[in-house]
């Protein structure tokens, strides 16, 4: 069975702080992809990896194949950042995306 | 470049009525998912097309959800009758083919069920 966990469930920081959230995944899943969901708002893909780490501004996304393990880490968070990030997990052959619960941040001034 | 159109972006019915959603693609996207996200849960995929072909609906609650692409670009889903459990946010989203590909997203239509 396909399945994608994230970690925390819920998130608060502080203006500033270095956020990471966790994703695991199972057999199957061949790429994770991290999206960004603000209140009320569409769902933004951030980054789509199947190996090593990729960066966009103060956001880097890594995985590690070997321990289906993947993280999504903020730098100097801000409160624009607050929102909902779900790690999905997709499968090679249909790209059909497995969703993990999802984590809430909510990053205060 | 246009992102993916999804209308309308709310809607209200009452339970055993019928609705309709409209999806437009990104151009040249073959690939079109349609997911339901229940609030607080993730989102959960109702049906995949391949062009005009479906490539999986095995949770697409068939008795009362249909879905069609029949050029293969636009697609529309219904919902007849509605019932309470319905109201979700329902995501249009796209890819350049199956497979692992960035999936683009639509803002959603947020359907309430009374």
């Known amino acids: 069975k396909n399945e994608v966990e994230q970690s925390p469930q819920n998130l608060t920081a502080q203006e500033g702080e270095f956020i990471t959230i966790n994703c695991s995944y199972s057999?199957?899943?061949?790429?994770l992809h991290w999206l960004q969901q603000h209140p009320g708002g569409g769902i933004v893909s951030l980054f789509m990896?199947?190996?090593g780490k990729k960066k966009h501004g103060r956001l880097i996304a890594t995985i590690n194949i070997q321990e289906k393990h993947s993280s999504l880490h903020i730098t100097a968070s801000h409160p624009r950042d607050s929102a909902v990030y779900i790690c999905?997990?997709?499968?090679?052959?249909?790209?059909?995306?497995?969703f993990g619960q999802g984590t809430t941040l909510q990053v205060k001034p | 470049e246009a992102g993916v159109a999804q209308s309308p972006r709310y809607k209200i019915i009452e339970k055993r009525q019928s609705v309709a959603f409209w999806c437009n693609p990104i151009s040249g996207h073959a690939t079109l998912y349609w997911y339901q996200q229940i609030l607080g849960q993730g989102p959960k995929l109702l049906i995949q097309f391949q062009n005009n072909g479906v490539v999986d609906d095995s949770q697409l609650p068939k008795d009362r959800f249909s879905a069609e692409r029949l050029k293969g670009v636009d697609s529309t889903l219904k919902i007849q009758p509605a019932k309470l459990e319905d109201s979700a946010v329902y995501l249009c989203?796209?890819?350049?083919?199956?497979?692992?590909?960035?999936?683009?997203f639509g803002p959603g239509t947020r359907l309430t069920v009374l």
């Open positions: 989203a796209s890819s350049q083919t199956s497979g692992v590909n960035e999936q683009f």
């Open positions: 057999v199957g899943i061949s790429a």
């Open positions: 990896l199947s190996s």
């Open positions: 999905a997990g997709c499968t090679s052959n249909t790209g059909k995306l497995i």
